[in-house]
């Protein structure tokens, strides 16, 4: 990782120990934060936020350039009449923002060179860590897959000498099957934009694709209802630990460490051991302490390192719900234990005669997923009260 990263990483440790400093000194006077004092420790988390965005891309750009090469091998360019271009494929393995409308040269601020910046400044825009985090199966075609899971382990007994012993096998759930839900849009762009354009406008169109069934299949796997697409991993974790009233579903420092230890042992040891939430449930971690007076909330000791939060690494999911009444806001467990199905990998399509009439280049994009939980109880959430 480079020296800058390296120091941007620095910088974010000062600023943390400086907001610490701030909840510190109102703590020992025992009084609440004053509203300078406030609004200096919202701009300090704001801060600590975009550079931990900053370095995730960075980190994150470096590990899909990596897989570039493997999602291209998996990635289909279908022509109707004029060859696809690599940045499309490079850019779809890279991904982010997409816009569903015809691009033309008349369009505000289209990147028709008089006299312009030769790069289109994108909207950033988190995805989300689901592909990341989950088991992924990459499959050739999208029938029914079924996966078994254990549902009881055998048991030992202890039996006196010549006595007869029992059997006891172990017991299996239903299988849980994945389908194959299809995410896809559409993005047309005049030909004359694509000859004429300035910019390397193939490759931010990947971009944007891969942005746009990033954002869309993070939801899915997160919040979806199992019906018309994924079954979410909010929706199927196991029920852990429901928040105190009174407080607007807000989480206490007990409330996650009793979620953590609500999960098997087994489960806490793996390596894939993490909490998800939104980034507003993130920052109100950084104010909990526990019962000897230490922070909850680590910020990472390197570019290559995460977040922990009670010690463990802690993703930001944009698709997770906010702190509220009869909320899911936080997931904790093995989010490996999560198996998402893939079919085919991410297939883009351009035709030249889809809108022949008009002149325009049509790219298609899909990808076909779904995702469950076979073992609940290997992630379970909070849920803020009902009242």
Sequence with gaps: MSEFLNGMVEERQKMWHEAKAIIDIAEAEGRSLSGEEEAKYQAISADLDKKAEF????????????????????????????????????????????????????STGAPVPTSFYNQVIELARLTGPMLATSTLLNTASGEPLQIPSLSAYS???????????????????????????????????????????????????????????????????????GTVQPTGVVNVAGSALVGGTGVAGAFTADNIFDLIYSLDGAIRSKNTFGLQM????????????DTYGRYLFEPALSAEKRDLIGGYTVYENPAMADIATGAKSV???DLAAYYVRSVGGIRLDRSDDFAFGSDLTTFRFTMRVDGNLPQTSHIKYFKGAAS
């Design 55 to 106: 370095i995730d891309e960075a980190r994150s750009r470096a590990e899909r350039e990596e897989r570039a090469a493997a999602a291209a091998s998996q990635t289909r360019v279908a022509t109707s009449s004029t060859p696809g271009d690599e940045s499309v494929i490079r850019g779809l393995a890279n991904g982010q923002g997409h816009e569903f409308r015809s691009i033309v040269p008349t």
């Design 155 to 225: 048991s030992a007994t202890v039996k006196a000498p010549g006595a007869s012993i029992d059997t006891n096998e172990p017991t299996f759930n239903s299988f849980t099957t994945l389908s194959a839900y299809k995410y896809s849009g559409l993005i047309q762009v005049a030909r004359e934009l694509i000859t004429d354009a300035g910019v390397d406008l193939l490759g931010f169109i990947a971009t944007e694709v891969g942005n746009a069934l990033g954002y869309a299949v993070n939801t899915g796997l997160t919040t979806g209802t």
């Design 278 to 289: 939104n980034g507003k449930s993130i920052s109100a971690t950084r104010k909990l302490k």
């Design 331 to 333: 997931i904790a467990g």
